[in-house]
């Protein structure tokens, strides 16, 4: 199993599921854990209800991809599992929203295998997750030590180039980034797309961007070094045809 953290202030859950679905599609059983303090999935996905009512905590599947939704800790989703007769230990690749210290420590975050730290350029965005950082390097240092932990620029509004603008309330932290940053430029046809997927409860890939695609393919990489950019953008463009 492999353990991927997404981690950050900003909303993460449509770049999440894209990349979630890629890497299913390459036959591995995929669990996505929904962040406690939004539950956007909640929301934006079949829901499971008991009597009438929507449940507090379930794991519902959605494009082939498990989605743990209400759960506080990874013990409670280990024992809702055992309660169906299922092993927490049966899925290939665990997806972890994360926006709190809290949620690190009750998901068991500081044995992943990768961690995005995902930011918008908002600077109210960046600092709040350039503090999480912070207080991380501070209580778990062997946890920022032994990952390895990649940017994702989300809605991305200025050029590369000026990211040292964007880079000093990071800078401190002395965190060593792994790989290269990621890029997904503000498209208001992506945009678009995201919110045609909320309520149509469904996965458009196609009608994508280039950039959007091309930072989802990059994410993929660095979750599946084992893998080439030629085989994960054929997978890729197969989704394209099936969604």
Do not use: H
């Not at 939704?69 to 989703?77: A, L, N, P």
């Not at 068991?108 to 999480?132: E, G, M, P």
């Not at 909320?198 to 994508?208: D, G, R, V």
Request: proline letters at 1%; aromatic letters at 12%; hydrophobic letters at 35%.
């Amino acid at each position: 199993m492999k353990v991927i953290n997404f981690i950050g202030y900003s909303d993460k859950t449509e770049i999440m599921l894209y990349v979630a679905k890629i890497v299913q599609s390459f036959g591995n059983n995929v669990l996505y854990i929904d962040s406690i303090s939004t539950q956007k999935c909640r929301y934006i996905i079949p829901t499971i209800e008991e009597e009438g009512n929507v449940k507090d905590k379930y794991i519902t599947t959605f494009e082939d991809i498990d989605i743990a939704i209400g759960f506080k800790s990874k013990k409670e989703i280990v024992d809702y599992l055992n309660e169906y007769n299922e092993d927490f230990n049966n899925y290939d690749y665990v997806f972890i929203d994360t926006n709190t210290e809290q949620m690190c420590s009750d998901f068991d975050v500081v044995n992943a295998n990768t961690t995005f730290c995902i930011t918008t350029y908002d600077r109210q965005d960046i600092i709040k997750t350039s503090v999480l950082m912070q207080i991380l390097q501070e209580n778990k240092q062997d946890y920022i030590e032994k990952i390895n932990i990649n940017r994702v620029y989300w809605y991305t509004l200025l050029n590369a180039a000026e990211t040292k603008y964007i880079d000093v309330d990071f800078k401190a932290l002395g965190i060593e980034w792994d790989k290269k940053d990621v890029y997904i430029p503000l498209d208001e046809n992506d945009k678009t797309i995201v919110i045609q997927n909320q309520y149509s409860e469904k996965m458009k890939f196609k009608e994508l961007s280039k950039m959007f695609k091309k930072a989802l393919i990059e994410m993929t990489e660095i979750i599946m070094p084992e893998q080439t950019n030629a085989t994960i953008t054929k997978v890729f463009k197969n989704i394209e045809r099936r969604i």
